[in-house]
């Protein structure tokens, strides 16, 4: 499930859990797993980084 996937979950179920910015790589992961960020979200939260800048850069107004 992708960052806006799970914002979207957590919105619907009424968690107010998200953070404002990314949580230090060992701090423990946004998601409450118990985990440290860096071996739980952080893989993902880049990829989705990444895609997100890749587009603003190439998919803006001309």
Same mark, same amino acid.
């Given at each position: 499930?992708?960052?806006?996937?799970?914002?979207?979950?957590?919105?619907?179920?009424?968690?107010?859990?998200?953070?404002?910015?990314?949580?230090?790589?060992?701090? /423990?992961?946004?998601?409450?797993?118990?985990? =440290?960020? @860096?071996? #739980?979200? +952080? /893989?993902?939260?880049?990829?989705?980084?990444? =895609?997100? @800048?890749? #587009?603003? +850069?190439?998919?803006?107004?001309?």
């Amino acid at each position: 499930m992708g960052l806006f996937e799970r914002i979207g979950t957590m919105l619907r179920s009424g968690k107010e859990n998200i953070p404002a910015e990314k949580p230090g790589r060992n701090e /423990p992961c946004w998601c409450g797993s118990g985990r =440290k960020y @860096k071996k #739980c979200h +952080l /893989p993902e939260d880049d990829r989705i980084q990444t =895609k997100a @800048k890749a #587009c603003s +850069l190439n998919c803006g107004p001309s």
